[in-house]
C-alpha cells in the first residue's frame, strides 16, 4: 500500500475541506434564494385591475334661458329666442328659424310681437343687417357678403347654444321686403344650409333650380293684398311649384307693403307646411 507524504496529506484534506465547504454554500444560496423568491411571489403588488376603457360621459345640457337673448357680434347684434321648453326633442336639437329685416328697419319690432310662432320647436334668430341706413340696419354687398355676414351670425349663436342646436340643414330662412332679397342670395350662396324659405313682400321670382340645388325643399310666399309686390309673389308660387318645387302663396290680409298684426298665425302656417315636405 502506497502512503502519500505528509505535505500530500495536508494538501489533499484541505483539497477536500474548500470542496465540502463550496457545496454546502451552493446548497445554502439555493434555499435562500428559493426562500427569497417565493417571498417575493407573495409580495409582489396585483397592480390594478384591468377594466373596459372608461367612456367620456356626454355633458349636461344646460338649461336654455325662456326670454330673448341679444348676442353681440362682429358687425351688429342678435336678438335671440330660444324655443319653448318641451317643444323639441332634445337630443335631435331645435333648427333656427332666421328672419331678416327690411331696408332701414330694427329687428326687434320686426320679430318681437309674433315671435311664438318662432318658437315652436326652433330657434327664433333676428339679427341686424350688415350696414346702416340713417342710424338704423340695412342690407348692401353681394350675395357672399351677405352671406359670409349671416356665417357670423350662426357661429355666434352656435358658441352660444350649440348644445341645444340640430344639425345644419333643417332650418328656415324667411324675409321680409329687403330682407326677402337678402333671404334667396343666402340660400343660393349657403347650399345645405336650410331646407325652407318664406320670404314675404317682395316682387321677386326666385329660380327653382338654384333653389332645389341649395337644398331648399319648400317655399312660401306671402304679401298683402295691396302690396304691388303680390301679382309678381303670386306668380312665383306658380311656376316654382310647375318647376317641381313646392310653392305656396299667402295673403298676409288686406294691408299695404308692411307686416300684418296677425303675423304670428300666419308663421306658424307657413313653417309647419314646410315641415311637411
Known amino acids: 500500500m502506497l502512503h502519500a507524504p505528509p505535505s500530500w496529506r495536508r494538501r489533499l484534506a484541505l483539497a477536500l475541506l474548500i470542496a465540502v465547504t463550496a457545496v ?13 423568491a417565493a417571498a417575493g411571489l407573495r409580495r409582489l403588488p396585483t397592480g390594478p385591475r384591468l377594466s373596459a376603457p372608461a367612456t367620456t360621459k356626454p355633458q349636461p345640457l344646460r338649461p336654455l334661458p325662456a326670454g330673448r337673448q341679444m348676442l353681440r357680434h362682429v358687425g351688429g347684434t ?28 330694427d329687428p326687434l319690432p320686426t ?22 341706413c340713417h342710424g338704423r340696419p340695412n342690407w348692401r354687398g353681394t ?32 324675409g321680409f321686403s329687403r330682407g326677402a332679397f337678402v ?25 327653382a333650380k338654384r333653389l332645389a340645388a341649395s337644398g331648399i325643399a319648400a317655399v312660401v310666399l306671402a304679401a298683402g293684398d295691396y302690396d304691388g ?32 298684426d296677425d303675423l304670428e298665425p300666419i308663421v306658424a302656417e307657413a313653417i309647419a307646411w314646410i315641415g311637411t315636405h
Open 143 to 174: 350675395s357672399e357678403q351677405k352671406a359670409s355676414f349671416l356665417d357670423g351670425v350662426l357661429d355666434a349663436v352656435a358658441r352660444r347654444y350649440g348644445q341645444h342646436l340640430a344639425a345644419p340643414g333643417r332650418g328656415i330662412l324667411m
Open 183 to 207: 333671404a334667396r342670395d343666402v340660400a343660393y350662396a349657403r347650399p345645405g344650409h336650410y331646407r325652407g324659405l318664406i320670404l314675404i313682400g317682395a316682387a321677386l321670382i326666385p329660380d
Open 229 to 260: 309686390a303680390r301679382p309678381m309673389m303670386e306668380r312665383a308660387a306658380a311656376q316654382l311649384n310647375a318647376a317641381g318645387l313646392p310653392a305656396r302663396y299667402l295673403s298676409t290680409g288686406k294691408i299695404w307693403h308692411q307686416l300684418p
Open 111 to 132: 320679430c318681437d310681437y309674433w315671435n311664438p310662432a318662432g318658437r315652436n320647436g326652433t330657434f327664433l334668430v333676428c339679427p341686424t343687417g350688415n350696414s346702416q
Open 78 to 105: 342678435i336678438h335671440l329666442y330660444p324655443p319653448v321648453p318641451g317643444s323639441f326633442a332634445t337630443e335631435k336639437g331645435a333648427p333656427l328659424v332666421v328672419m331678416l329685416h327690411g331696408m332701414c328697419s
Open 24 to 36: 454546502a454554500l451552493t446548497i445554502s444560496s439555493l434555499g435562500t434564494a428559493r426562500r427569497a
